[in-house]
């Protein structure tokens, strides 16, 4: 009888893989993880953050290893991803036991059930294999693991219609509070005939899962500082205490063949470059969305169908920073509570993306400041200007679809790392559905300048990305054009299963994190039923 | 590392009016003060030691950011990172601190409106200093070095309404009381 060291293995501590291994784990099966970077404890990022400058570049607190480099923000970072193309694609992506979700802001939209029609129902970009009821129990415990509050009256289509999509139980915590900005935001957004619905977040409302209701501390990005707002480290260490090895500074290199088109292997790499080799009966690849598509290709495995990689996606978006007529007092409570969402969905989408407008309401002093101080105010104005423009500070960030286009794709550059791995090399730029949706979005734009008689700071921010990696390892229901099925298993290897959203074949515009949370709490229940 | 006080400057006088005497008797304060510094060895790495913080930089940041009650590590860091990013920058702010004294300038609004401001040498000079208070930082993204985060000045014009990040000032669920905010 083959002697394995692990039912399964698990490469990726982030959220996708954390909660499959924290399932797999509870499930009483053998269960190692493997994680590239190091454990830090919250107090620790939370320092680095408070004592680092380019404070509003989130990946700055995080570590950045030789072996192991984020997407920017440090000597291995900034070399790392191989931009080739006319967009520079550099998300947030950090490398350390609980992944990129430490500085996510919680955003836990469900898609809903046009999303996963995208082709019969506007003949542009391309299905799920599964649909929204297949998904819908897993949306619910992936709600109730990460611990989301939000809002159960909401038409969450942007149509105002009454509550959808349709849910088996309420959300586990009740809505955050909203603050008096989010309150008149509403109001403002609803009298111009716009719908403003709730944000479900997977920030804590009450105590929830042994961790704190949230205490407005500002910082939901880069880092919240109580724990308050959910984070993959959560799961990873849930993993461990369920009896997961989590192995941290384990750079994954190798994917191994055997016989039957069996994966058998997994090798990783030390920061000293030794190699480890681990077996196990299945496998599951939960490596972020980039760092996926890379170990599948350095392996060459789950690529018969040439699309490892291709059809990369983001949400890439716009913003519009204004400052308006009244006081709106950005800064209170969590820093994203709801949006606009009238373009979410419906027969626009033939012509072109659906679109999301979202305000941020984060503490304005440094983005106020700046400017002032570059124009040279000084003394008791400088006080008055301050106090008097963080308070009517708002911030748009608009996200758009974006299909799926084989030339959009990661591939393995030339150049290597200190492991002497290739770095990613990326190509990626948008096409005319894309675009014509830009041009609807800045006239939406005009009438939020007009509807809080604001004055205009940026209305040009050019393309942005919004760190929403989609497609690179995409899921469908023919083998020949994707690499994983419905169940996010490789149509190439039986045992080998993809936790990312990378696996998401039709973008929608909402934050894919609780939707990979979802995919990969339903393969662990397939996972486990095999062993 | 907080940027709580160690140093409670001695005076307590306001810097709304400064006769050209009180200046520099400020300066020979503001001296002392930055000495303390050197008092509590191993709190702050690569401070500046306080012989080398030129008392006159002291009176100028008072100054300029119109406060008396200056952080003394914040003043000495401060100092140290504009010396070390700008090797022109101790000649230069010596001479605005001489033609603010020149100018029998009151205080820092009195600057704002002066010919003096208008000098782009001087004009620089003082907004890289304010910057360095009120931002807490001296340049600019990642070549910028730290000076302060709980202390940088600019979160003190709304500390009565929004939390400095990472800081709670209210507790779970606070912002949803709020149903009135100054318009100010």
Redesign the interface.
Known sequence: MTVYDADVIVVGSGVLGSVAAHSLATAGKAVIILEAGPRVPRWRI??S???????L?YN?PYPDQPWAPKSF?GPYADDYLQNVGPFAFKPGMLRLVGGTTWHFAAAAWRYIPNDFKLRTLYGVGRDWPIEYGDLEPWYQRAEEALGVSGSDRDDQSGQGRGPFPQRSKPYPMPP?????FTNRLAERFTAAGYHFIDEPNATN??PYDGR????????CMP?C??GAMYSGDVHAYKAERAGAKLIENAVAYKLEKGSGGKIVAVHYKSPDARSTRLTAKHFVVAAHGIETPKLLLMSQVANSSDQVGRNLMDHTGIALDMLSK????????PVQQGGVFDRRDGPDRQRHSAIKHSPRT??A??LV??PL?KQ?????????R???D??RFIEISTTFEVLPQPQNRVTLSGKTDALGLPKPQIYYDVDAYFRAAVTVAKEDYKRFVTLFDAQVINDDTGLQNRDHIMGSTIMGADARDSVVDGNCRTYDHPNLFLATTGVIPASGVINPTLTGAALSLRAADIIAREI | ?SDRSIVDAEESMLCTHHSRRRFLALSAAAASAAGLVTAAPGIVRAVAPASQVDPAFVQLARF?T?RNDLDARIIARAYEALVTTDPSFAARSTTLARAIEDARLA???A??ISPL?ANPSD?AV??AI??AF??G?V?E??K???IA??KAL?????AD????????????????????????
């Open positions: 939370v320092e953050y408070r004592n680092a400058t380019d404070k570049n700055v923000a955050r509070p909203w603050s008096y409302s009450q704190p209701p949230c205490c407005g501390n500002s910082n880092v500082p109580i009244e006081a709106l007092w950005p800064g209170q409570g984060g503490t002093n440094q400041t700046e101080l040279g105010v000084i003394g008791a104005e400088l006080d008055r301050i106090r008097h963080a308070a | 590392m300029l119109g205080d820092v609004n600057l704002a401001y004009r003082a907004i304010v910057s009120y931002l930082q340049g993204a990642s910028a070095r730290f985060f709980e600019m979160f003190e014009p709304t309404m929004v939390p400095i990040p990472t800081y709670s000032r209210g507790g779970p669920g606070y912002w949803g009381k709020v149903t009135q905010v100054p318009n100010d």
